[in-house]
């Protein structure tokens, strides 16, 4: 089992910065990935980034450029910094875990999520 936690959210105002965090109970070195979903009011849930054991990094085109994930293995921690941010970003911020298995990634592991919201 794997417990995750979040922490950073807030609310700022456009163009402002927040860092989440995600702090794991379990870390893995192979065949899994981390990343971050988020969900605003009325939307489906979207994945905003993640990151693999195997070096991938994936990032949604609306957060290109403005976000970056990143781990600290030794902390077992992971971090989403935010820059540049816009109202369209408010959300609730959820971590997410799982293995990976013929390059698909199973997400069995939620956090309880983080707010983060940007005024205009």
């Known amino acids: 089992q794997v417990q995750l936690q979040e922490s950073g959210g807030g609310s700022v105002q456009a163009g402002g910065s927040l860092r989440l965090s995600c702090a794991a109970s379990v870390w893995k070195y192979a065949s899994w990935c981390m990343g971050w979903f988020r969900q605003a009011p009325g939307k489906e849930r979207e994945e905003v980034a993640s990151i693999g054991t195997d070096g991938h990094l994936r990032y949604a085109e609306s957060v290109k450029g403005r976000f970056t994930i990143s781990q600290i293995n030794a902390e077992h921690t992971l971090y989403l910094q935010m820059n540049n941010l816009k109202p369209e970003d408010t959300a609730m911020y959820y971590c997410?875990?799982?293995?990976?298995?013929?390059?698909?990634?199973?997400?069995?592991?939620w956090g309880q999520g983080t707010q983060v919201t940007v005024s205009s």
């Open positions: 997410a875990a799982g293995d990976v298995d013929a390059g698909n990634w199973e997400i069995d592991y």
